[in-house]
């Protein structure tokens, strides 16, 4: 028999006065290990179901769905792992979502087709009967970008079908869930554009350090725990930074003060200050403390307040020979030349590094410079770190 979607005419927060931990459950997912798995279980105990699940569909065809699972029965972990993958192949043959899909709001699985009927379905053979699964009440919720979430609890043969008050539950769940999904995309999404911009600044070989307004480490690249590795010129004591050698440690305490001050006064521009150390291991550090971007709507102690940029200046970074030679139209040994000179080693070295004469490599570095349409090496180094230093494999992540 088919039914429309429970509407939200039916009574809203009052389904949900008797657990209102589903509420906060909803908009702490995102933040759990395994997400939203404390709403899925919540959900199975409350309905006494045999699981629940989570299906979160891209809104691109041809991207896989991504399940969530909670059982009565634990399974293995390998068994959770090929269900989910059978299921995933096995979606798009669902009577329940397709039904949710074009509906939306709150049904059961008898509302959409007839016992008799389903168990002639591929799905049924495939997915439910070898799960035990009899009953089924899901939810669809919309979430950005033309994706979908769908949300349900299953119960076995023999188990009475879902009540009116389960669905009414479901239904005033699905705001709340609506927009906990809502900032799940856009944190997500805001945590691969940092990615990428961390990406960027590793590719450059530039140490990165966010300090909070207590001048303790939030966050660090890739490239600054490497360059702190290597040169051994700062300590890390209680999530402080220390300079290693005494001389620097007073300067840089008073730096990182004033740049704090500066920030929690908000005055206007930006405080910057440079300082270069010297380290144990004999390279020079140089440091860049700035103040970060500061919100007028959310003011604490513990969010970014100051950034400390390193640069190691005995790391030589390299650009990709291979994208200079197809950028420049060079050959490959002129490409290799170019990326030696594009990271500032002299004519004398690159010949000694290439087994080349100098006279070679003069030659060489005239037809280079001649093809890039550039005249001296203060240029070539200029053009080549503008067009790839950000497609170029960082020293430091390929160090480890």
Known sequence: MHGRALSSSLPAESALSDIPDLITQAYQGSLEASPWQSLLRSLRLHTDSEMSAMMLRPGKAGLAALALWDF???????????????YANMGYRDPLTSALGKTGGVLSLDQVVAGTALEQTEFYRRIMQPAGIAQVLAMHVPMPDNAACFIGMMRGPG????????????LALRP??????????????????????????????????????????????????NILRRSFCFSVVDDHLIPTKSQYRDEFKQLLNAAISWRERQLPDTFVEALRIDCPTGADIGLLIRTSPCSNWYQNAGV????????????ESSAPEQIIARLFGLTKSEARLAALLASGVTLTEAAVRLKLTESSVRTYSKKIFAK?????????????????????????????
């Open 72 to 86: 009565r029965n634990p399974l293995p972990a390998e068994a959770v792992r090929d269900f989910s993958v059978e």
């Open 159 to 170: 188990q009475s079908a879902f009540s009116v008050a389960d669905k009414q539950m479901l």
């Open 304 to 315: 970014p307040a100051v950034i400390i940029y390193l640069e190691d200046f005995e790391q």
């Open 372 to 400: 890039m349409g550039i005249g001296r090496q203060a240029e070539l180094v200029r053009l080549i770190l503008k067009s790839v230093a950000l497609l170029a494999p960082s020293p430091d992540k390929a160090s480890g």
């Open 176 to 225: 709340h869930l609506e927009h906990a999904l809502k900032v799940h995309a856009l944190l997500k999404r805001q945590e691969m554009e940092k990615g990428i911009y961390g990406d960027a600044l590793d590719s450059l070989t530039i140490g990165t350090i966010v300090l909070d307004g207590r001048g303790r480490i939030l966050e660090a690249n890739q490239t600054a725990k």
